[in-house]
């Protein structure tokens, strides 16, 4: 041992999640962030509990730890780990609504569930876990949201099947919200979303995975391409495509192969989409050790100079893109 490590000062940390994030999971738990792969640093459990004013506290303590130097087991080799700086406003500018896994299609690769079409069904019959409502009036009542940043990340199963969504977007929209992100599968229009974008509160993101119906039937189990694709230029033709984003999973035997990818930046070219954001299936990332395929790489080039040469925004999601730049996932 080197004791003159004991009296080195210990570094201070901080985390942009931890300070400000919200996320309502599936697993009837309330975490203080969803960064996805890793992680989180502690979960409390929703059953039973009728006020959040316990896991507020509970963040604060978390928050001291980092800047003290002690680093939760969950948050090691964070992407979202950084040096300590002060931070004025602690409210909470992001929620991420994941309680609930109702959804219409079966995406072989969702980390919501196991799908199958069987489990679409029995899940679609089931009551969501719990009311995100009561929480969420308790933060606005107590001045615990920056309603002027305030964004919210509908994750979940998909938003057309979640029975109070109408309720909740508008309990954001009166009593303030900077930005309302949805991701979905878009199988279903909804005027909804289109008056959302309109009022510049929204936007959408859809992961497509595929240029063609047959690549897409066999990742999402249902024969919905077209319709997906028609919605979201009924969006774009509605709306424009400022916050219009269409994602590609690269799942391993599925679509990673250049010709899909070419199909697919074809599609968006065709229909006029602004913002492509390519990704990995999480499963390879989280799954144990995976070296990425050399091939891998083709595809996000091209999607990345087909975006550069058309004046069109590309984007990696940071934990993927830190895998990419290191040829490898080491969990
Ligand atoms: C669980 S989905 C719910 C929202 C909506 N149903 C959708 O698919 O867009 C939330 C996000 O997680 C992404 N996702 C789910 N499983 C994934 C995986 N294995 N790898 C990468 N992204 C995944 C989806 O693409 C989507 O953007
Ligand atoms: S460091 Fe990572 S795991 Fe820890 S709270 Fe932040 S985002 Fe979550
Ligand atoms: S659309 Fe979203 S929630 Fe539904 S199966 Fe696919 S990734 Fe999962």
Sequence with gaps: MNFLNLFKPKKSYM?????????????NTLEPCCSANIGPAFVEKLSEKESIKSFVKTKKKYIEMLK????????????????????????????????YTQCNCACIYCTQANRTLEKIKEDMN???????LKFINELYDNDLIDTEKLYIDFQGGNISCLKNH?????????????TIYIPTNNIVYMPLIENLLKMKKGEVCTA?????????????????????????KRYIT???????IVKYIIVN???????EMKLFTDKMLEIGVRTIVVDI???????????IPKHYYDLVHHAENVCRENNMVFDIPPYTRSVLEKGFSSK
């Design 68 to 99: 003290h130097g002690e680093i939760p087991k969950g948050c090691t080799d964070c992407v979202h780990l950084q040096d300590y700086q002060p931070v004025s406003d602690l409210r909470i500018n992001k929620i991420t609504l994941n309680h």
């Design 253 to 259: 035997g599925y679509n990673d192969n250049l010709d």
């Design 281 to 291: 299936d999480y499963r390879d990332i989280i799954d144990g050790p995976f070296t």
């Design 126 to 132: 089931k009551p969501v876990l719990f009311d995100v």
């Design 15 to 27: 985390c942009p999640l931890m300070n400000t994030n919200l996320h309502f999971t599936s697993r």
């Design 166 to 178: 109408e309720e909740i977007i508008d309990t954001f929209m009166k009593r303030g919200v900077g």
């Design 208 to 232: 497509l995975d595929a240029g063609c119906r047959e690549t897409y039937l066999k990742i999402k189990q249902v024969d919905k391409f077209d319709k997906s694709v028609e919605n979201l």
């Design 238 to 244: 509605a709306t424009g495509n400022d916050a219009v």
